[in-house]
């Protein structure tokens, strides 16, 4: 099993040495240092923030010893940051660089490291995972204590938050994890290139109605066929003539026209809408019809009545079937097609009616020959529709497979922390309400980072966040155990570090169910096997010599005092 057996401040020639059991219990009263020893072991084992707590003044370096069951390592930090080991106790440090630092104490806590996990994690998160990865396991600050709805005290912050809250994702989704990242990877590629060719569609869209205004405007015919009107075009830029145009109607009477299929246009659209509200009211008649039926029927002083109803029902039926024999839509399309034909010879004869200076026809020339070479280029329709199939498909996979994490672990975890709590046998004010609550259990979102409970009440179960530091705390403190409890059955041999430092768990509970509480996290986490640093400014009796750590004199011997 992984221990830090011991911690060293070096000043020059001098050394203030901790010693640290299996399970150790710091005492000292408020500003004595105990969340600076916190930094301290934070910064020797890897953390990248400069070590500027107040009261650890006058370091030269940290060391620590870390053991295993098979081997031992000596590491080291300066305070300037650079780092060092030694394997043996007689030995010389040798300096390494910060990733040589962080993988031999990876190797000290999984000297065979699975390699799938690690491959899956570098996939999904673009990094070598070592177990500064997982240290927010590690430490419960006095900042946080008692705050269930972030659990983790390191995910306070917005940015660890969102980070932790994906790493939960990984354990607790580890399943469908890789599948997600591979979906999303090319969900990636996909879409950059839909957003590609979907410029070059609207590109090409907008050229298609620019080019028609421009016909108009030179007074060209428009046919829509690239090969026509381009030699159209052609044309008219060699000599700057144009066809003369064949009879056509006068304005005034096109103008009519294209008016009066408007109108037309409009009274289909209405008897359309009048037609589906008919049938819509037939409909309900008919169902209105068949519920008073069913409640007649089989009653033969209601035959009368009954012959009735079937015959108006049969009635709404033809009726139904001749509104709806009627393709509203097809005539209105027609109708909307010779409008356009008629509106196209309008636009024609007022561009007639207008005059092109020489200067105008030039520019006009120039921007019809760059939408022509615009025109020119392949638009890949089918590749357009099967890129947007193909992102909708990708993000509705992506959904589901997020939604689909295991319930089934979530579940076990869940029922595994209620009866870690419930079962306990504490005779503490909290749990024996909690034991008193009907159907009272604890549910804890791994992607949320919260912690909820559950009774059941006159209207039903209802959810709620349990209340009192004390409770809070005390749960807060299962929850991290039930963690690492989780690692061991599922994650074997990945590279998370078995130790877990509380600070200051005594204020929130006060010493009464401190005092109960204590010996149940250090049984929790003996079986686990997991080492534990609790520091309080209470002072519990029946804590042996070798696991009691008296700092209230000060921390650190070479701080100097302002």
């Not at 780092?83 to 000290?108: G, H, P, Q, V, W």
């Not at 809250?165 to 469908?176: A, E, H, L, P, T």
């Not at 109960?516 to 520091?535: C, D, K, M, R, S």
Request: charge should be negative; include cysteine; charged fraction near 30%.
């Amino acid at each position: 099993m992984f221990k830090l057996e011991s911690l060293l401040f070096n000043n020059r020639d001098d050394s203030q040495k901790y010693q640290f059991s299996k399970h150790t219990f710091i005492y000292g009263m408020n500003t004595v240092g105990k969340t600076a020893l916190t930094k301290a072991i934070d910064y020797v084992l890897g953390s990248s923030e400069n070590l500027t707590y107040q009261g650890l003044d006058n370091i030269d370096s940290i060391e620590a010893y870390l053991t295993n069951n098979l081997t031992t390592l000596w590491v080291k930090r300066t305070i300037s940051g650079e780092y060092f080991y030694r394997r043996t106790e007689d030995s010389a440090y040798s300096e390494i660089s910060a990733d040589t630092y962080k993988d031999n104490i990876c190797l000290m806590l999984t000297p065979n490291p699975n390699n799938h996990f690690v491959q899956v994690y570098s996939k999904v998160f673009d990094e070598n995972p070592t177990f500064r990865s997982f240290n927010f396991l590690n430490y419960m600050e006095e900042k946080g204590l008692g705050d269930l709805s972030v659990v983790f005290t390191k995910a306070r912050e917005l940015k660890y938050q969102i980070r932790v809250s994906n790493i939960m994702d990984f354990f607790f989704n580890y399943n469908n994890i890789e599948q997600i990242y591979e979906k999303e990877l090319l969900l990636e590629q996909r879409e950059k290139e839909l957003d590609e060719l979907t410029k070059d569609y609207q590109e090409y869209e907008r050229s298609l109605l620019q080019i028609q205004k421009l016909f108009r405007e030179l007074q060209l015919k428009y046919t829509g066929n690239y090969e026509k009107d381009y030699s159209t075009f052609k044309k008219f830029q060699t000599s700057y003539t144009r066809t003369a145009q064949t009879k056509s109607k006068d304005l005034v009477y096109l103008s009519k026209a294209s008016f009066s299929l408007a109108e037309e246009i409009k009274l289909y659209s209405f008897i359309q809408s009048q037609a589906n509200n008919m049938v819509e009211r037939k409909e309900r008649i008919k169902r209105l019809l068949a519920i008073l039926n069913s409640i007649v029927e089989g009653n033969h002083d209601y035959k009368q009545y009954i012959d009735f109803i079937t015959k108006t029902v049969e009635e709404i039926q033809e009726e139904n079937i001749i509104l709806s024999l009627t393709d509203y839509q097809k005539a209105i399309r027609g109708i909307q097609t010779e409008k356009g034909k008629i509106d196209q010879q309008i636009m024609m004869l007022k561009g007639q009616a207008s005059e092109i200076t020489y200067e105008d026809a030039v520019k006009k020339i120039g921007l019809i020959e760059h939408i022509f070479s615009i025109l020119n280029r392949n638009v890949d329709y089918t590749r357009l529709d099967s890129l947007r199939g193909e992102t909708s498909k990708l993000k509705r996979e992506i959904k589901e497979l997020k939604s689909a994490f295991d319930k089934k672990e979530i579940s076990a975890f869940n029922n595994r922390l209620t009866n870690l709590y419930l079962k306990s046998d504490l005779k503490v004010k909290h749990l024996i309400e909690d034991l008193h609550d009907t159907d009272f259990t604890l549910e804890f979102d791994p992607f949320r980072l919260c912690l909820f409970a559950s009774h059941k009440t006159e209207e039903g179960v209802e959810r709620f966040i349990p209340g009192s530091m004390a409770r809070q705390t005390h749960l807060q403190m299962l929850i991290y155990l039930c963690m690492f409890d989780y690692l061991k059955r599922d994650f074997q041999d990945f590279i998370y570090m078995p130790l877990l430092i509380i600070d200051s768990a005594n204020q929130p509970m006060g010493i009464e169910i401190f005092r109960e509480v204590y010996p149940t996290i250090v049984n929790l986490a003996e079986e686990i096997g997991i080492q534990t640093i609790f520091l309080s400014k209470d002072h519990l009796d029946g804590i042996s010599d070798q696991d009691f750590i008296d700092i209230s004199s000060g921390l650190n011997k070479f701080h100097k005092q302002s």
